[in-house]
Nanobody, 122 residues
Framework: QVQLVESGGGLVQAGGSLRLSCVGS????????AGWYRQAPGKERELVAH???????NYADSVKGRFTISRDGAKNTVWLQMNSLNFEDTAVYYC????????????????WGKGTLVTVSS
């Protein structure tokens, strides 16, 4: 039932870097949109980074210039490179892929991983 699997989370000091990976065989493709979300304690889930079916990337203002999303459909993988991490980046990070089931599908079907925890310490 688990179709997306995140990895790469862990404990890192402020100012450090982590690289998260999301693997989804048959789900992640170069012509299919994907994104990274995160949820911190007491906060709503928020979109951190997104890559469109055409390869256009977008980032939340809070991570712009520090995070980079990338994708390789041949490897069935989406990455999130996170640099200059700070305490506010502490959260569970989730991978998302939206599958367009037919031409003109207005919303698609979302697939999610179980999440990977990122903890930033001083």
């Amino acid at each position: 039932q688990v179709q997306l699997v995140e990895s790469g989370g862990g404990l890192v000091q402020a100012g450090g870097s982590l690289r998260l990976s999301c693997v989804g065989s048959g789900i992640i493709r170069n012509n299919r949109a994907a994104g990274w979300y995160r949820q911190a304690p007491g906060k709503e889930r928020e979109l951190v980074a997104h890559i469109s079916s055409a390869g256009t990337t977008n980032y939340a203002d809070s991570v712009k210039g520090r995070f980079t999303i990338s994708r390789d459909g041949a490897k069935n993988t989406v990455w999130l490179q996170m640099n200059s991490l700070n305490f506010e980046d502490t959260a569970v990070y989730y991978c998302n892929v939206r599958v367009i089931r037919y031409p003109g599908d207005p919303y698609g079907m979302d697939y999610w991983g179980k999440g990977t925890l990122v903890t930033v310490s001083s």
